[in-house]
């Protein structure tokens, strides 16, 4: 069965510092990963998405994410943090199945201090 | 393009009353899902649909039904609402595939009493 782990449940950063995020995953198969972001009281923007092409996923919001088979991690990243990067973070992954049916992790809120 | 919509944003309900959650997507997806959204738990798939008169089971789905009339909406109804229920309800659309993305609604909360 595929599942994700994300390691943190909180990280702080001050703004301009950089921003990783940790995720590790469990897969029987080559799995489809993603990276959501939840702002404050809105729905879930997707961030990156991993799907056997590069190993290292740019996304949006200068945000990007490298994909280590031999590590199973899918751990987020950016160079420096903005303010408004302040959010919960999501790890996904597909389930494998044909409906493309997501699992996702507990999240990851991410603070920036001035 | 509205892209994904869910009415009511909030309600607040006693134990035992019913409701129904709408969703509705201009997208042209075939693939429709409800979530539900606990602290600490990321988010769960309650129900998902395949395509229009379709409906299947997700990871959590007890105490819920759903209906999907038409392509476009995906409804979750709540027939007899207890207080485990208090979350808030995120629907989302896509074309199905794994490596796709899914486009999310900007949810409702919902509090039984």
């Known amino acids: 069965a595929q599942s994700v782990t994300q390691l943190d449940s909180h990280v702080s950063v001050s703004e301009g510092t950089p921003v990783l995020l940790r995720c590790n995953y469990s897969?029987?198969?080559?799995?489809?990963l993603f990276w959501y972001v939840q702002h404050p009281n809105k729905g879930l923007q997707l961030l990156l998405k991993?799907?056997?092409?590069?190993?290292l996923v740019k996304g949006i919001n200068g945000f990007e994410a490298e994909f280590k088979k031999s590590e199973t991690s899918f751990h987020l990243t950016k160079p420096s943090a903005h303010m408004s990067d302040a959010a919960e973070y999501f790890c996904?992954?597909?389930?494998?199945?044909?409906?493309?049916?997501?699992?996702f992790g507990k999240g990851t809120k991410l603070s920036v201090k001035p | 393009n509205a892209g994904v919509t869910q009415t009511p944003k909030f309600r607040v309900l006693k134990t035992g009353q019913s409701m129904t959650l709408l969703c509705a997507q201009d997208?042209?997806?075939?693939?429709m899902y409800w979530y539900r959204q606990d602290p600490g738990m990321g988010l769960r798939l309650i129900h998902y649909?395949?395509?229009?008169?379709?409906?299947a089971k997700g990871e959590v789905p007890d105490g819920y039904n759903v209906s999907r009339l038409k392509k476009q909406n995906f409804l979750l109804g709540l027939e007899s609402a207890a207080p485990s229920q208090t979350s808030v309800y995120f629907c989302?659309?896509?074309?199905?595939?794994?490596?796709?993305?899914?486009?999310f609604g900007p949810g409702t909360r919902l509090t039984v009493l």
């Open positions: 996904v992954v597909s389930d494998g199945g044909s409906q493309g049916n997501l699992i």
């Open positions: 897969s029987s198969y080559s799995p489809s």
């Open positions: 997208m042209n997806h075939e693939y």
């Open positions: 649909s395949v395509g229009e008169g379709t409906t």
């Open positions: 991993y799907t056997s092409a590069a190993t």
């Open positions: 989302a659309s896509g074309r199905g595939f794994s490596t796709d993305t899914q486009y």
